[in-house]
């Protein structure tokens, strides 16, 4: 099973950004699939964006489409998530996961691998 460490978290003002990055350890990070979700307090958690084993495919939630981009480097076995245009409402901690098999991948039960997570502040 692949491990998952995510690290970049931080607090930030409106309207700047923060790259946060998934290091990937125990298997081929190649294998699979990655998503990204994040959980705000008293809410579940929630999907913001996910990308295909190869980086061919890449998928983002609606809220955050245009400033969120999500990315991959299978060589430095790192997954990577670029925030920009931050707003107080992406306050959360944020969460990277894989799974091997593609399936529902909006879903937090599409992922068998999950990081610790790391936090994201975004003050007004």
């Known amino acids: 099973q692949v491990q998952l460490a995510e690290s970049g978290g931080g607090l930030v003002q409106a309207g700047g950004s923060l790259r946060l990055s998934c290091a990937a350890s125990g298997r081929p990070f190649s294998n699979y699939h990655m998503g990204w979700f994040r959980q705000a307090p008293g809410k579940e958690r929630e999907f913001v964006a996910a990308?295909?084993?190869?980086?061919?495919?890449?998928f983002q939630a609606d809220s955050v489409k245009g400033r969120f981009t999500i990315s991959r480097d299978n060589a430095k076995n790192t997954g990577n998530l670029q925030m920009n245009s931050l707003k107080p409402e992406d306050t959360a901690v944020y969460y990277c996961?894989?799974?091997?098999?593609?399936?529902?991948?909006?879903?937090?039960?599409?992922?068998?691998?999950w990081g610790q997570g790391t936090q994201v502040t975004v003050s007004s």
């Open positions: 996961a894989a799974n091997q098999f593609w399936s529902d991948y909006t879903n937090v039960h599409g992922y068998s691998t």
């Open positions: 990308i295909t084993s190869n980086g061919g495919r890449t």
